[in-house]
């Protein structure tokens, strides 16, 4: 499924405000919590992820995990959970606008 | 992150370091999905690198953009501010930039030849022009050779590709086209081997070049013209070529011209016109030198084969030179023996040529430039100071930056681009102040020049220079301010600013101000120490007349007179001039004092025996006509001067100076009544010594007099075999003592002249102290140069001193006003904020002084400089404190004054 312009971006952010959490991981728990409709790319993520870096909204830090690896983890910085929450209530006000317009088909019309 | 390693995100170095981090991570990633098998799912992370350094570079060139039209919008809004800076880092910049170009064209360029670097220079010094070689060397260091020794180093060395040799001084001619009735052209010609254009692979512009076969014996007379000549005298045109010439009454044929960047093997104001063989000197020139084993005249210039190693042919040619030594009589002598056994060359690099230029000017261009970096140092504090001013004017703009979640990197960047920005509009404008200020310093540099050795336009290395210097500048100015600000405090911007009173900027302002002074006390006393140098040389006494007295230079030889023609054309020169209306004396010689030129001989007093090996015997030789002493004003101590009886036929007779009386004759001795003799100990009875005259310095302004003996204008002095031209007996120079300065008298003189012969025309016309002047236009340039940096940095120092007291007055009004209120009275305010400023001067005092002694002390090229001054003279330095007192007072009176006259009212209810 294909996202909407930004989209990404906001999606990432939400996803860290859970907690941090290395690159892979941030792709893995996107696609589970959409129950796998949305499967990013991870060449798309990987960039968003740098953009965001490059704002200054997440901070990177090698840490190791508990599989003994050492992992580059992405943490949302205090900028970026101001961020996260604008783009939600913007995201919130945009969705309950569209769901407005589209609310349901009537099925099967006189026609 | 420390700061130092945000700055760093700018760098090749760090961004090598991020792309490093990137492919770390991506392939920690690669391997985890690998363990999960689950790696397809990761896709292509070429492709996610790829995009990720994008996302980087991206974000960093529109930061810079954004930067930069950042930077541009908050100029415009403070002007005044922009104006100051641009000015003083115009200033600044500009003054390294013109000593850069000169330092660059001078000293870092090579001949325009090909393949400079091949080049090799047989010897390390100049030591000119016609030397008795057994004399000619430095410690046994020989640069300059006979021909035929040329010609045994040339034929012995296969290591050359080619070895050219070329004439250390130059030839004076005077040249006439053969067609039509041409003026002659006083000229500078220059003899060189015919394999002179091969060796530095220069091309004829036009023509052709000139060839070994033109160097041969009795081989056709020809020359090659220099292009500037050929456009200056001839206006181009093509014609000359293969024409005919009269060069000091011989025929020549012009054969080609050389190319239009080409000025000959060195660097030089009067670079030749015309380029001769070597063959034709016996001829054209007066000494035939060529045909003298024993005189050293030729510099040796060579391209050396490929993978020759320098030092075995070092070895090889000192070795050869001491083969071809020995076969001369002064070699032969014990003394003689044990001066061949020291004797040997020394190969330097020759892609400058003739280096004497270049040697002359460096240290005083290196000590310009470190002047000149100073200066910009200062113009440096001031902007930051002003910077720091300002940055605390944006406070609150920069901590509500910082609220709204701006990095503090992003600060530090945005400042750092603001202030590279300014310094690079000062680099702009530096650049055209630079162009203007190198033509003042190339004028100041060469008084005399026919031909600008140096082109004042800048290059692209000059340009180059300037921009790295306006990137430093304007980092080291940047740094400091950025660094304050990014330490703004968000929560700052709530509160009214103006009220903190600690802050680290003011510490730093003060230690700029201390800084600015104490470079320009260092500045003020060095100007002080030339300034003074230079009046003591100008002012010495040279036991000399200059008033209303000129220097007609002019040359027998060239216009054919033989020497049994010279008794009349003297006796004319005196009669004629003499019944010019004004003319108190007419005095002939050789040379005039510091005119720059010098013969010199050894001299042997009558019933002594021979020096011993290694005592210097040597003095200067002149001839003098019988009014010469009152033409130039040399006074007589004891005896007579020459009189008209004293004709060539007549006994010998000489007058010496003090110096050559102390050198010469024991202490006590009377020179009255002594014979005395040159060049051989065997002539030691050929002159009487009738007159002793008072010191003067005939060679060189700055040393003692040196010993010198006249003779009259025709006696011989036995120099060479009898049926030899002498050309000592030819006057170079005659000096004319007027009662007042008729403003047609140079008019007057050349008319003169040229009814004794139209043949014979002024070279030279020149007012005597002007003569005296040109020797010290080196000292004057440095001194002036000096000043003015001195000024400038004393200006600039009074500026900043001012800008931060009238800060901390604005600061602190509400502390006056509650000082005042509470009783202080107004002059109590003012010495208040007085002490402060006279505080931050006298710390630069307290340092710059030292530092200014230490430099004066240690700085070879500064001591060099100073004639009959102390390093540490007590005026000098007591006059440096003064004006810096008088400028820290007035920077610091101005802001004292707007202190004292808040109304304590108004500041306290601002409150």
């Known amino acids: 499924m294909d996202l909407l312009q930004g989209t990404l ?56 995990s508990e599989a003994n690896r050492r992992m580059k983890v992405y943490r949302l910085t205090d900028v970026g959970r101001k961020q996260l929450r604008q783009e939600h209530s913007k995201w919130a006000e945009f969705a309950s606008a569209v769901a407005r317009i589209m609310g349901p088909l009537a099925e099967g019309g006189k026609g | 992150m420390s700061l130092f390693f945000k700055l760093v995100h700018l760098l090749p170095g760090r961004r090598r370091a991020v792309e490093e981090e990137m492919r770390e991570e991506l392939e920690s990633l690669a391997a985890l999905a690998e363990a999960e098998g689950r790696r397809a799912e990761l896709g292509s992370l070429t492709r996610a690198a790829e995009k990720g350094r994008a996302v980087w570079i991206w974000s960093w060139l529109e930061q810079f953009a954004a930067d930069i039209r950042f930077a541009a919008r908050t100029m415009k809004r403070d002007r005044g501010f922009l104006f100051t800076a641009v000015l003083t880092l115009a200033l600044g910049i500009g003054a390294n930039t013109a000593i850069f170009t000169l330092v660059h064209a001078i000293l870092l360029k090579n001949l325009p030849v090909v393949d400079p670097t091949a080049l090799v220079r047989v ?51 005077s040249a006439r086209r053969a067609a039509g009735n041409a003026m002659s052209h006083s000229s500078r010609g220059e003899f060189v081997s015919g394999n002179y254009f091969q060796t530095l692979g220069v091309q004829p512009l036009a023509g052709r070049n000139l060839m070994p076969t033109d160097d041969a014996d009795g081989a056709a007379p020809v020359a090659m013209l220099s292009c500037q000549a050929w456009q200056r005298d001839y206006a181009g045109d093509p014609a000359v070529i293969g024409s005919g010439f009269y060069m000091n009454t011989h025929p020549v044929t012009i054969i080609g011209i050389t190319p239009q960047a080409f000025y000959g093997e060195r660097m030089t104001e009067t670079p030749p016109d015309f380029y001769l063989p070597i063959s034709q000197e016996p001829t054209l020139g007066f000494y035939s030198a060529r045909n003298k084993a024993e005189l050293g005249w030729l510099f040796l210039i060579g391209r050396v084969k490929p993978g020759v190693p320098m030092a075995s042919l070092q070895e090889k040619m000192s070795g050869l030179l001491r083969q071809s030594l020995g076969e001369l009589k002064d070699f032969q002598t014990v003394q003689g023996k044990t001066q061949l056994a020291k004797a040997h060359v020394v190969l330097t690099p020759g892609g400058q040529g003739v280096a004497n230029m270049q040697h002359r000017t460096a240290s005083s261009l290196y000590l310009l430039m470190g002047l000149a970096g100073m200066v910009l140092l200062i113009a440096c504090a001031n902007i930051a100071n002003l910077m720091l001013v300002r940055g605390l004017a944006r406070r609150s703009e920069i901590s509500i930056r910082m609220a709204l979640g701006a990095a503090k990197a992003r600060v530090i960047r945005q400042m750092l681009t603001e202030s590279v920005v300014l310094a690079c509009l000062g680099g702009v404008a530096g650049l055209l102040l630079a162009f203007a200020g190198t033509k003042l310093l190339l004028r100041l540099m060469f008084t005399q020049a026919i031909v600008m050795p140096v082109d004042a336009a800048p290059s692209l290395q000059v340009i180059g220079f300037a921009f790295a210097v306006s990137l430093l500048t304007g980092l080291i100015f940047g740094v400091a301010p950025a660094w304050i600000s990014s330490k703004e405090q968000p929560a700052n911007a709530l509160r009214s600013a103006n009220r903190s009173t600690h802050d680290g900027s003011s510490l730093l302002q003060r230690s700029l101000v201390v800084l600015q002074a104490a470079l320009s006390v260092v500045l003020l006393i060095g100007a002080g120490l030339l300034g003074k140098s230079l009046n003591k040389l100008q002012h010495q006494d040279l036991g000399l007349e200059t008033e209303n007295r000129v220097i007609i230079d002019m040359n027998p030889m060239k216009a054919g007179y033989k020497p049994e023609q010279l008794q009349g054309l003297y006796q004319q020169i005196e009669d004629k001039f003499h ?12 040379y005039t004092p510091l005119n720059g030129d010098s013969w010199s001989f050894y001299a042997y007093v009558q019933g002594q025996s021979a020096p011993a090996p290694g005592q210097d015997a040597g003095t200067l030789f002149n001839r003098a006509s019988p009014d010469y002493f009152k033409a130039v004003g040399q006074r007589v101590l004891r005896g007579r001067t020459f009189t008209s009886a004293d004709t060539a036929t007549a006994p010998g007779v000489a007058v010496v100076n003090q110096a050559f009386v102390k050198k010469l004759f024991k202490p006590g001795e009377n020179p009255l009544g002594m014979h005395i003799g040159l060049v051989d100990i065997k002539n030691s009875g050929d002159f009487e010594v009738v007159g002793i005259v008072e010191d003067t310095k005939y060679q060189n302004a700055r040393d003692e007099p040196d010993a010198i003996v006249f003779v009259p204008m025709l006696q011989s002095v036995h120099i060479g075999p009898p049926k030899d031209l002498d050309s000592s007996l030819y006057a170079g120079q005659f000096v004319l003592h007027m009662q007042a300065m008729p403003p047609d008298l140079e008019q007057q003189v050349r008319r003169t002249l040229a009814s004794i012969d139209p043949n014979l025309a002024v070279d030279h016309y020149q007012m005597f102290e002007h003569q005296i002047e040109e020797n010290f236009s080196g000292e004057r340039m440095i001194a002036t140069l000096t000043l003015l940096f001195g000024v400038l940095a004393l200006v600039l120092a009074a500026v900043g001193l001012y800008g931060v007291t009238a800060y901390s007055v604005q600061r602190r009004t509400q502390e006056v006003g509650l000082r005042m209120a509470l009783g202080s009275s107004r002059r109590s305010v003012v010495v208040m904020v007085l002490r402060q400023a006279m505080l931050q001067a006298a710390v630069g005092l307290v340092i710059g002084i030292p530092v200014a002694l230490f430099c004066v002390r240690t700085i070879k090229s500064v001591q060099s400089q100073l ?10 330095i007591a006059a440096a404190v003064c004006i810096l007192a008088v400028a820290a007072c007035i920077a610091g009176i101005i802001p004292a004054r707007r202190a004292a006259s808040i109304d304590p009212a108004k500041a306290l209810r601002a409150e």
């Not at chain 1, 589970?32 to 901070?59: M, T």
């Not at chain 2, 010019?580 to 004396?585: F, T």
């Not at chain 2, 004639?867 to 000098?876: H, K, M, S």
Request: charged share 25%.
């Open chain 2, 867 to 876: 004639y009959e001054v102390a390093g540490r003279d007590a005026g000098v």
């Open chain 2, 579 to 590: 019944a010019m209306p004004g003319v108190e004396h007419v005095g002939l010689t050789l």
């Open chain 1, 9 to 64: 971006e906001m999606l990432v952010l939400r996803t860290l405000g859970l907690g941090p959490l290395h690159g892979y991981a941030i792709s893995k728990a996107i696609r589970a919590q959409s129950n796998d409709v949305l499967e990013i790319e991870f060449g798309s993520l990987y960039p968003a992820l740098k953009r965001l870096e490059v704002k200054g909204w997440v901070s990177a830090k090698w840490e190791v």
């Open chain 2, 123 to 173: 010897g390390d010094h100049e030591d000119c022009c016609i030397l008795n070689e057994a004399a000619s060397s430095r410690e046994g260091s020989y640069s300059i050779f006979p021909y035929e020794t040329y010609k045994y180093l040339r034929d012995h060395t296969p290591e050359f590709e080619q070895l050219a040799a070329v004439q250390g001084g130059g030839a004076d001619l």
